[in-house]
């Protein structure tokens, strides 16, 4: 039986037509994508406050944020592997009940350190989430629906990245901080409840049975937690530490990949990333992530520094890359379904290296537009990228891997994120000379945007040619 007509079967045991399960199943997935990113940016506009309650400094609250992304980062793909193994709805659904009962745990920890245990179990929680939705959408919708289902969740992690900020700021005004960690309670219990009556029933595949990769599992996640660490520790400088850290999340990932070629049931199959559409997609994911982190970390310093606006004015600005992207999120997977992925992907490429191709030129003199209509349009781009990267990846998974498959895209996405941080802040502080005292002249920061939305547009460059050889090797195979 294939997995459109299990699901259906499984709707039809619960006295459900597919009609109706459907929409309240991408309502259930669309929620959890929601949690997940709203876990990160809500958390965000909490540390002041929660330095101040806890009597702590702003290097140790971080970790409140730290524990949530590196949790995720490190378990991302054994949480797809133990769906594949155990049912993707049964593993989604305890993983919403473990997001969930942390976040209760979050709102009433008594000390900073069971508050950032809290956050890392949550984490835990949203890696499950993030993993499941996406590997259940395929089986969830029709293959040619796949890509507006995609876009849908891509609007949604969009929303939940823009709305953190200003409801966080709403909730703490009001109720204190430990309201942004029981804003998740309820949205959570709905979407166990949606999940629990519509997720399409599934079962564990026959080829996943052989076994967890205890071994693969640990010596993956010892590898990522000092790759991350490596890009986070420090405030911004590289030095011996941050060397030996990622020297060592090297040489764990040479381990682990000898390590799967000797056992019986590996994590992550060899094979797999010999897959040229899979190994293209994950690259791409990790430098279209980089490009927008840039945006992040960067946009912030040049609005301030360079033209001088305000603390309001900036985060109005800065809100408008997650608006264009969620904005953009259900047109695009339109587009996908329309015109093709591997069409939609370098259409999306092209608005990104259009995009900050215009930021590496655009004068100081420009003002608040200069920067803003650029950003628009890479956003723009990004929203068309994920969408068509996501349907090309997940429509060529096979249907044993598809949580193993979904995992490895969001760790390229938070590795992403990661190295662009460290990455894109190291271009900005050298050629803006931030290391001198000329970090907020006007000329200092601009130098610094041009020359990290250069890099960055060498970048999507680079990604863009990776899309257009593979779709050329594709077409003659």
């Not at 005004?173 to 399409?200: D, E, H, Q, S, T």
């Not at 030996?244 to 040479?254: R, Y």
């Amino acid at each position: 039986m294939d997995q459109t007509t299990q699901s259906g079967c499984a709707a039809v045991v619960r006295g459900l037509d597919t009609q109706t399960a459907v929409p309240w199943t991408l309502v259930c997935l669309s929620l959890s994508i929601l949690l997940s990113a709203l876990g990160v940016s809500i958390a965000n506009i909490a540390l002041p406050a929660l330095a101040e309650a806890f009597n702590a400094s702003f290097q140790d609250v971080q970790w409140i944020v730290l524990a949530y992304l590196l949790t995720i980062t490190t378990v991302i793909v054994s949480a797809g592997r133990l769906g594949d193994m155990a049912g993707h709805r049964c593993v989604l659904l305890w993983g919403l009940a473990v997001f969930t009962l942390a976040s209760a745990a979050c709102a009433a920890a008594p000390t900073l350190a069971l508050l950032i245990f809290a956050r890392a179990v949550q984490g835990l929680g949203a890696a499950v989430m993030m993993a499941l939705t996406v590997a259940m959408v395929s089986g969830a919708v029709a293959k040619e629906k796949t890509g507006s289902a995609m876009g849908l969740l891509g609007t949604m992690s969009a929303v939940g990245t823009a709305l953190g900020p200003s409801l966080g700021g709403i909730l703490i005004a009001k109720l204190g901080w430990a309201a942004v960690f029981y804003i998740n309670i309820p949205l959570g219990l709905l979407a166990l409840a949606l999940g629990y009556r519509y997720l399409p029933l599934d079962s564990p595949q026959p080829s996943c049975q052989a076994g967890f990769d205890g071994m693969g599992t640990a010596l993956l996640a010892a590898s990522l937690v000092a790759y991350a660490l490596s890009m986070t520790l420090g405030r911004g400088a590289f030095g011996a530490l941050n060397a030996a850290l990622l020297l060592a999340g090297i040489l764990g990932l040479g381990l682990f990949a000898f390590a799967e070629t000797k056992t019986v049931s590996p994590l992550i199959r060899p094979a797999m990333l010999r897959n040229r559409v899979l190994s293209t997609g994950l690259v791409m994911n990790l430098l279209v992530m980089a490009v927008v982190m840039a945006t992040l970390i960067v946009g912030p310093f040049y609005l301030s520094g360079a033209l001088m606006l305000d603390a309001v004015t900036v985060g109005l600005c800065m809100s408008v890359g997650p608006v264009v992207t969620a904005l953009m999120g259900v047109p695009a997977g339109r587009a996908v379904d329309r015109f093709g992925p591997g069409r939609m992907t370098v259409v999306g490429l092209a608005g990104m290296l259009a995009g900050a191709s215009l930021l590496a030129v655009m004068p100081v003199s420009a003002g608040v537009a200069g920067y803003v209509v650029p950003l628009a349009l890479l956003t723009a781009g990004y929203a068309q990228v994920q969408a068509a990267n996501n349907t090309t990846i997940m429509t060529a998974a096979p249907d044993a891997h598809r949580g193993v498959v979904s995992g490895l895209l969001n760790l390229s996405r938070n590795l992403g994120l990661i190295t662009g941080a460290s990455a894109m802040g190291a271009v900005f502080a050298l050629a803006s000379r931030s290391h001198e005292a000329g970090l907020f002249n006007p000329e200092a920061a601009a130098a610094g945007l041009r020359a990290t939305f250069a890099v960055a547009a060498g970048l999507v460059a680079v990604a863009a040619l990776a899309a257009v050889i593979s779709q050329a090797r594709a077409r003659l195979s």
